[in-house]
């Protein structure tokens, strides 16, 4: 039996600073802030428990805790060692913060037993500018380097277990990966920043804050488009309400007719 789940961690202002603040769901932002909510997604597959990006963890602000997702998991009936696989869709720390934590005072992976999926081609910019980051980024990326079962994806498309494809589409992040779960009738697509919440959908913008603005834009139609054709749902890492649905209907002036799914 498959189950996809949403792991939400919270709704949180975020501005320049990059601190995590956390507000209700119902709130505005701060000044000068942009609301985001967070949500790893959890595919349980006979065996397997994949993640979907990985969280916060304890690494973005006073209001961030690696408690979060391990009390999510636990809610699933899953344990941090039976994770068996984390695919990052790109490498910034809200979407991977929750890989280590140092909650008994020092650094521990959070999912020891998962092969940890990356962009190998990310990995090494986020090497080579590392140095940037404070000191607390900085030992997180080297710990992870160090200990956690790093799996690099290269090029433009990979099956790499069972059910499961990631595609690089770039945008957001230079090397910023779709990722898909295809079992049958069961088709999931997470692409990270660049579909990151429900109002995403029917608009077409070019954000400040991407790597490639008209790349993402270019992505998030076909990706829109592949969803409606194929049924895919679709996964939206920052939405707060309703982090999961598809695509049922089409108008030449409407757009297209989204249906929530619940989990």
Do not use: C
Not at 115 to 133: C, F, N, P, R, T
Not at 180 to 205: C, F, L, P, Q, W
Request: cysteine-free.
């Amino acid at each position: 039996m498959v189950k996809v789940i949403p792991l939400y961690e919270g709704t949180f202002s975020v501005a320049i600073d990059k601190i995590f603040r956390r507000i209700d769901k119902s709130d505005p932002p701060h000044k000068n802030a942009l609301k985001l909510s967070i949500n790893p997604f959890l595919i349980q597959d006979d065996n397997q428990n994949i993640l979907f990006d990985a969280g916060l963890g304890d690494l973005l602000g006073q209001d961030t805790s690696i408690d979060m997702i391990l009390g999510n998991l636990e809610e699933q009936g899953v344990l941090d060692f039976e994770v068996t696989d984390v695919f990052l869709s790109h490498l910034h720390f809200d979407h991977m913060g929750g890989l280590a934590h140092q909650k008994n005072g020092y650094w521990e992976l959070t999912f020891s037993e998962a092969d940890i999926w990356v962009s190998e081609a990310g990995w090494k910019k986020l090497s080579e500018s590392i140095d940037s980051q404070d000191e607390r980024k900085r030992d997180f990326f080297h710990f992870l380097d160090s200990h956690a079962n790093l799996q690099m994806l290269t090029g433009n498309s990979s099956n790499p277990i069972s059910n499961i494809r990631v595609e690089t589409i770039g945008g957001h992040t230079e090397h910023h990966q779709a990722l898909y779960y295809e079992n049958v009738d069961h088709k999931y697509v997470m692409a990270g920043d660049v579909i990151g919440t429900r109002s995403a959908i029917n608009r077409s913008y070019a954000a400040k804050y991407d790597f490639d603005p008209k790349q993402s834009m270019k992505v998030r139609k076909e990706i829109q488009e592949l969803s409606y054709s194929e049924g895919h749902v679709i996964m939206a890492y920052h939405e707060t309400d309703n982090p999961m649905f598809r695509l049922t209907g089409y108008d030449d002036n409407k757009g297209y007719k989204i249906e929530n799914i619940s989990a």
